[in-house]
Nanobody, 122 residues
Framework: QVQLVESGGGFVQAGGSLRPSCTAS????????VGWFRQAPGKEREFVAA????????YYADSVKGRFTISRDKAKNALYLQITNLTPEDTAVYYC???????????????WGQGTQVTVSS
């Protein structure tokens, strides 16, 4: 059974940093497209960043370029999202996901974690 588990969210002040992480069981990250999405209250889930399954160049949403960095540890089968210079607009639940298609569309991903809350105060 596939399970993705996120952790590392939290409450920070604007300008701060966080590093959510995601670990997987039942699948190997380096054989899937793996990525991060976020969903703010009252908004649709949006793409943040992803690797495709062959580890080709990462993809980032325009709104996070230069502030967010996705990385992974193959030995730990873990995925990370380094977030810097946080703003209140980054407040959301952050989800990791895995799928077979290199896409920014949430519905194309097959497996999801439960999410980790990131809250940024002004």
């Amino acid at each position: 059974q596939v399970q993705l588990v996120e952790s590392g969210g939290g409450f920070v002040q604007a300008g701060g940093s966080l590093r959510p992480s995601c670990t997987a069981s039942g699948l190997t990250f380096n054989t899937y497209t793996v990525g991060w999405f976020r969903q703010a209250p009252g908004k649709e889930r949006e793409f943040v960043a992803a690797y495709n399954w062959i580890g080709a160049p990462t993809y980032y949403a325009d709104s996070v370029k230069g502030r967010f960095t996705i990385s992974r540890d193959k030995a730990k089968n873990a995925l990370y999202l380094q977030i810097t210079n946080l703003t209140p607009e980054d407040t959301a639940v952050y989800y990791c996901a895995a799928g077979r298609v290199a896409t920014t569309t949430p519905r194309e991903y097959d497996y999801w974690g439960q999410g980790t809350q990131v809250t940024v105060s002004s």
